[in-house]
């Protein structure tokens, strides 16, 4: 039978009620030329005919904004669901890394709401210091002024300014993702709550002995003036030199070859260092030799940091240049001596004939020197990482500078022992060795930063003022001390000085951000969000700011609150190109997603995001993989519409439905499957594994089969109920769509102040294990493969689709049921006749296929090139054969045999004798074609 669905307009003239589809009805006499045609009047709700993102989802994000559907109760901490979202840099437009974390933690939000829980899904974003400032000053360049010309007070009004224009931006860019979080308790890093908690936390650190001032290593950015960051240093493979200079042992003809990147640095040296297993040097060891140029005589050490394999083996050491040096004179308490100054410019303990000079002139000068000398053996070509600044690319100098620093061993051993003791737990599990072991070699972390937009550190000196008895002498001067508090004091405390000056630095942003999940609730007022809220269920995150963000909010939370901040850790992977490499300008791979979202809408996009990916591994994307989700949720609304139309005037969402036949108790089983497997996986955090399964079932149980099989007698309560579920499954990875389509059950009426009936809200559906019906499934799954391969041979022979042919079937303990269904398999299959027969013998001039235990025989003589079929079914012998192996091959693994559940190993092996059946009636069958 063939259904066409005609228009209203098209039928308008037949005086017919309004608002009513036809169904025309065109039911064969013979097949397929002619028809005898019966219209059946179902009056039907119009739906659009295609589903088009940009004319809806501004809409519907209103109506989630205006029901306030993010927004949490706080009543009971027993119920509460809590994850605060990392906040996005307010200088940021959406990319693809926000994409993925706000896909998931919507996934994750919507599902934990639509369980009942009280959900806090906590939005803010991040004043980014150095990311905002330096935008802010270019923008001012542009208009020939610098920071400096405006003052301080000034350039800070001036970011804020820029801040709230583009903050509103990045909001609503959170929001096109379809995020339901809770916007009425935003906030911002730089805010007045967060900067009073950031300054009760300094304070309270610096009291407990946790942060101190000193001179250490710092990565050093010449161009910004400031330290920055470990994550804000981009390390990229450079061709340069190795440059192998001669060090003269003192008082000796004999010397040591060193090989160096950095020949300027060399003016800085103390010592050289050997590894002390390396024979070449063992003599040398306790030598002392000449520096060249500056003629100052330094050590020979022995060091087992030193790489052998590297250049000669023989290193300088200059610890106010280089991080691995700073440790090896520390530990051989060496002194250190800074010839590149905070300008990148030689300072004078470089020598007057270098002080001054570029970097870039410096070393020049250098070995053209050695050269001269004669110290300079060779250059050698040398490729080799070096580190640039992320915001300015300028390249970053390793600098003995005054900062702030955290003692972070105290808080790791902490840490460590609330992750022992089970307070938190990393998804995947892997990452928790590497959690471990940063843990354990933790350093302390530089928290100052030379910034003025940011939180300016509470801390100030007691200025250099005379202070006179009387007129003929200088009694004595303020006492220099250093006061840390939480408000601006008015006299120094120890001397009574009113003239105190307040440290320039700001903090590190990741300072801020560590105390984000508790600073957010209200702490450290002991607020009823922090009481209900805290900790957090789940902190979800990419796996790459693991050590810069996740380590440093379980320290300072453990330190702060006495909690861990969070009991669950999500880390997902990086975003990648189809071919796996990272997305960058350089390699012009990037995808914007807001392209993305205007060309495919938001919910191709949150599952290309979502399919195939698995915690904590990187994910390969492209723009084809979205076209293919766009397809899936065309494929969603025209089976939607199918229903709706099916369904007639006014469709009632049913809670449940009585099976009538096979198909029926099939799709009811595959169903209940599928909430039982699906809801498991999202317990698991498995959230691609849940979408692909509800995709899988949407797509090929309920639109290729189920649709199909039962078209002609629909059972439209059953309908209904699937498509209700479908709607409520689909949700938390394709809430635009889904919350379009429920609206059919649940009209939006502009006019009325009641709240609508959204889908958002609603409940999530209950599966039965007690209602998966194996022998069904079964029974089913041989009906489907005997269609699907009849379909197969039908295209692969070219056969007409309007000619009916005949099948025999050789089903085995399946023949009874089988006869029972050979009218549905016949119409499906376009089969004049089908014969089902327990066994038989082998069928010539047939086309023959071998499944499941079947023998499905279509004699197709006049068609049948037995050339062509042998080819055929040695393709088919080859798949068998194939994926025989890849069984073996799991059956050999004793890892698989001795660990997997019982019935899996049994449903392997059962697979390997129907496929070993297969391979042998295939051989069987080429033997009788020759």
Not at 289 to 298: D, F, Q, T
Not at 385 to 394: E, I, P
Not at 694 to 706: E, G, L
């Amino acid at each position: 039978m063939i259904l066409s669905i005609l228009s209203e307009k098209r039928l308008s003239h037949l005086n017919k009620p309004n608002n009513t589809y036809f169904r025309h009805c065109l039911l064969p006499l013979s097949f397929p030329y002619e028809y005898n045609p019966i219209t059946v009047i179902l009056p039907v709700k119009e739906i659009a005919k295609a589903y088009i993102p940009g004319e809806n989802e501004g809409d519907i994000s209103k109506r989630w904004l205006d029901s306030q559907i993010g927004k949490a109760v706080g009543k009971s901490k027993k119920n509460a669901f809590t994850i605060v979202m990392p906040p996005p840099n307010v200088t940021g437009a959406l990319h693809l890394g926000h994409a993925i974390t706000l896909t998931i933690e919507d996934i994750l939000v919507r599902y934990q709401r639509m369980q009942g829980k009280d959900v806090l899904w906590l939005p803010g974003t991040d004043h980014a210091g150095i990311a905002t400032q330096n935008v802010v000053e270019k923008q001012l360049l542009e208009k020939g002024l610098s920071r400096e010309d405006l003052g301080r007070e000034r350039f800070i009004q001036e970011v804020w300014k820029w801040k709230d224009i583009y903050h509103k931006r990045i909001s609503e860019q959170v929001s096109r993702m379809g995020a339901s979080c809770d916007w009425s308790r935003e906030a911002f890093t730089l805010d007045t709550a967060r900067s009073e908690a950031v300054n009760h936390t300094f304070v309270k650190l610096y009291k407990k002995g946790l942060i101190y001032r000193d001179t250490k290593l710092v990565n050093w950015c010449p161009r910004c003036q400031t330290v920055i960051s470990d994550i804000e240093v981009e390390h990229r493979e450079e061709e340069g030199n190795l440059y192998f200079i001669r060090y003269f042992v003192s008082a000796t003809d004999r010397s040591v070859c060193i090989s160096t990147t950095r020949p300027e640095t060399m003016l800085g040296d103390v010592a050289v260092a050997v590894h002390p297993d390396d024979p070449r040097y063992k003599e040398f060891i306790g030598k002392e030799l000449i520096l060249p140029i500056v003629n100052r005589i330094i050590p020979v050490i022995a060091d087992k940091r030193v790489d052998m394999k590297f250049g000669t083996g023989a290193v300088k050491i200059t610890p106010a240049h280089d991080p691995l040096d700073a440790e090896i004179g520390r530990d051989h308490k060496l002194e250190s001596i800074v010839v590149i100054g905070p300008h990148g410019r030689m300072t004078k303990h470089a020598g007057r004939r270098f002080k001054g000079l570029p970097l870039t002139e410096a070393r020049k000068a250098v070995v053209k020197y050695l050269d001269d000398i004669g110290n300079l053996e060779k250059i050698v070509k040398h490729t080799h990482q070096v580190g640039h600044c992320s915001r300015c690319d300028s390249r970053i100098e390793p600098l003995e500078s005054m900062q702030w620093f955290v003692k972070t061993k105290p808080l790791a051993e902490k840490a460590l022992k609330s992750y022992k003791k089970g307070d938190f737990e990393f998804i995947p599990g892997r990452f928790e060795k590497e959690f471990t072991r940063w843990m354990e070699e933790i350093r302390d972390w530089c928290v100052s930063r030379q910034l003025w937009w940011g939180h300016q550190l509470p801390v100030w000196y007691c200025k250099k003022v005379p202070i006179w008895k009387d007129k003929r002498k200088q009694a004595k001067e303020g006492c220099q001390r250093v006061i840390v508090s939480e408000k601006e004091p008015k006299a120094c405390p120890h001397c009574g000085n009113l003239s105190l000056v307040r440290d320039a630095d700001v903090l590190d942003t990741w300072f801020s951000s560590g105390l984000w999940p508790f600073t957010t609730l209200g702490w450290p007022k002991n607020t009823k969000d922090f009481k209900t809220f805290y900790p957090n269920t789940v902190m979800e995150t990419g796996y790459d700011i693991i050590f810069f963000w996740v380590a440093r909010m379980i320290m300072l939370g453990l330190e702060m609150t006495g909690k861990a901040p969070f009991k669950k850790i999500y880390l997902h992977g990086l975003v990648r190109d189809e071919k796996g490499r990272k997305m960058s300008k350089s390699l012009g791979n990037g995808i914007d997603p807001l392209e993305m979202i205007e060309k495919y809408g938001t919910d191709a996009l949150r599952l290309t995001l979502t399919v195939g990916s698995t915690p904590g591994n990187d994910l390969k994307f492209s723009e084809s993989k979205i076209e293919g989700q766009r397809n899936f949720v065309n494929k969603l609304w025209n089976a939607a519409r199918y229903t709706f139309l099916t369904l007639g005037k006014n469709p009632k969402p049913v809670a449940q439905a009585t099976p009538h036949g096979l198909p029926d108790r099939w799709i009811l089983s595959r169903y209940n499957r599928l909430v039982v497997e699906a809801t498991e996986a999202f317990d698991r955090y498995a959230f691609g594994e849940a979408a692909a399964k509800i995709q899988d079932f949407v797509w090929h149980d309920f639109c290729d089969w189920y649709l199909e099989l039962t078209k002609e007698k629909p059972n439209k309560k059953l309908l209904s109920y699937l498509l209700v579920n479908i709607l409520r499954l689909s949700h938390p990875f394709i809430p635009f769509v889904t919350e379009k389509l429920w609206e059919n059950f649940y009209p939006i009426n502009p006019k009325s102040k009641a709240k609508p009936k959204l889908l958002a809200l609603d409940k999530w559906p209950k599966g039965s294990k007690a209602k998966i019906n194996l022998k069904v499934e079964e029974e089913m799954e041989v009906v489907l493969t005997i269609i699907s391969q009849i379909r197969s041979v039908r295209s692969e022979m070219s056969v007409e689709p309007g000619r009916k042919i005949a099948a025999i079937v050789y089903a085995g303990k399946h023949e009874a049921f089988l006869k029972k269904q050979a009218n549905e398999i016949k119409k499906l299959a376009r089969l004049a006749s089908l014969t089902v027969k327990k066994s038989g013998k082998e069928i010539e001039n047939a086309v023959a296929k071998f499944e499941a235990g079947l023998e499905i025989y279509l004699p197709l003589a006049k068609l049948l090139d037995p050339k062509v079929e042998k080819k055929r079914l040695k393709n088919d012998l080859t798949e068998a054969q194939q994926y025989l192996s890849v069984i073996d091959k799991k059956l050999a693994n004793e890892d698989f045999t001795s660990r997997a559940p019982q019935n899996i190993v049994d449903s392997e092996k059962a697979k390997k004798a129907e496929v070993e059946e297969k391979i042998r009636k295939i051989e069987e069958r080429l033997k009788i074609l020759g």
